[in-house]
């Protein structure tokens, strides 16, 4: 009666209070019918108020973990998160190129929702050089646009030149959230390679509880691409998906609550 | 929209692997429909075939984490699982004191399945003298409670001795795991708080994929106690899901597999 799931790895940080982070992730895999599995680059002191401290893993047991999963158990798909440092970076982008991890989404991560940074200055840099190129689909906000590529985003007009920007440093595909904008009726995100262009609607939401939507997007997406879908399919899906997720966000805690990765359970 | 979930934490090693540690309990909450959260102590790199290495997290930074998910999202429930050493077992029990986390379930995990050392030697008496007077629910397996205690059970008749002689460290309940009897039919579990005891039965299973077993159950008994039951009929229901989660044991890796977790949706 065995069988197989599978299989989707995040490399990213971890969120003591669940709602971000690899707990956010693996909620995901989960919820998505797939096995998942962490390499854990940093771990956060978090809650729905913010970022309380940062425990950095040493470099080569960020390898040690990566080199355990994928050598053993395998990667159908993998998302990577906060990755902390450059040092850091360099041996994620090491290992997923050693590992041949084809199918990778790339979550930009500079900053927590509260504005906590998340990386060191240095990380940026290390970002565009050596993560971005190995990306199937990166997944930048309007923030993080700015800071990989010093594009501002003041309007739903100027994502085509954010994306094409963003695609400049090596990505496959980019998807650019413009969930941020102000002018705008609808949460409109916009995916391309450079030739194929698509909007990405969502309904736009006054939910106050949206810990974690950064993450479990780029979660959802990798788990559709573990499943087989394409990336045009696999994006579509994995809104559907956070735009629920974020419609039932849970009032936990003080701060910021997390999104509901059961939603469609809880709530279908 | 918003809704809140009964809140569940782990405080355990994470498995890079997915199958057990954090990773198990995480999904375990999620398909049970509670809040997980988590408090990582250790990290290992980990895969089917064995534990590759264990770094530890300061034990400051486990206290962060705690005070951090404890002080703001709340504990509904908890469960320990791998905690390492003598001085984060020490910051843990303070830790679950401070917060008055009365729910606790402590799976006292000093090996992994492959036999691989998870706890160091000073561990087992902290266990001992810091982590089990504050347990709800301990759940030893044999091998623990030749341990912590020195009863060696080598037939179902030994079990209520052995069970004694767990009580006697001071969790209020206890849940002798009697699965690795190699006398009995089913695998027979004896749970009891010294004057009600009942024996918990599942079917056994000659399932290859048992990887996370431990943690699963564990956590699966937190989960309910999260949601309201009373600890036999919590303890009743998490045999009954980690027994489905052994029988459809995934064929992952070239060790041993982990249990499904999503059992329940993939093969209700």
């Not at 956010?24 to 797939?34: C, I, P």
């Not at 096995?35 to 401290?53: E, R």
């Not at 990336?231 to 956070?242: I, M, S």
């Amino acid at each position: 009666m065995s069988a197989v799931l599978p299989r989707a790895l995040t490399i990213a940080g971890s969120d003591s209070g669940g709602g971000a982070g690899i707990q956010a992730d693996l909620k995901t895999f989960t919820e998505l019918d797939t096995f998942g599995m962490s390499v854990i680059v940093a771990l956060t002191a978090q809650n729905t108020l913010g970022v309380h401290g940062v425990h950095e893993v040493p470099p080569e047991f960020v390898t040690a973990q990566l080199d355990a999963v994928a050598g053993d158990i395998g990667v159908d798909a993998a998302k990577t998160g906060m990755l902390a440092s450059a040092a850091l970076i360099d041996v994620v982008a090491d290992g997923v190129a050693r590992h041949g991890i084809a199918r990778l989404v790339v979550d930009p991560v500079c900053a927590s929702k509260h504005g906590d940074a998340l990386v060191r200055p240095d990380a940026i840099d290390a970002l565009k050089r050596r993560i971005l190129p190995l990306a199937e689909v990166a997944t930048p906000n309007l923030g993080e646009v700015a800071a990989l590529t010093g594009v501002q985003v003041r309007g739903a007009d100027d994502l085509p030149a954010a994306a094409e920007a963003v695609l400049a440093l090596g990505p496959r595909w980019v998807l650019v959230k413009g969930g941020h904008l102000p002018d705008v009726v609808d949460a409109v995100d916009l995916l391309t390679d450079g030739s194929t262009t698509v909007e990405v609607r969502g309904e736009r939401s006054a939910a106050a509880h949206t810990h974690g939507t950064g993450c479990t997007l780029a979660a959802a997406i990798a788990a559709h691409r573990a499943l087989g879908l394409d990336v045009v399919d696999a994006v579509r899906a994995a809104k559907e998906y956070v735009t629920g997720a974020i419609r039932h966000g849970l009032a936990l805690g003080g701060g910021i609550g997390p999104v509901d990765h059961g939603w469609r359970r809880h709530s279908p």
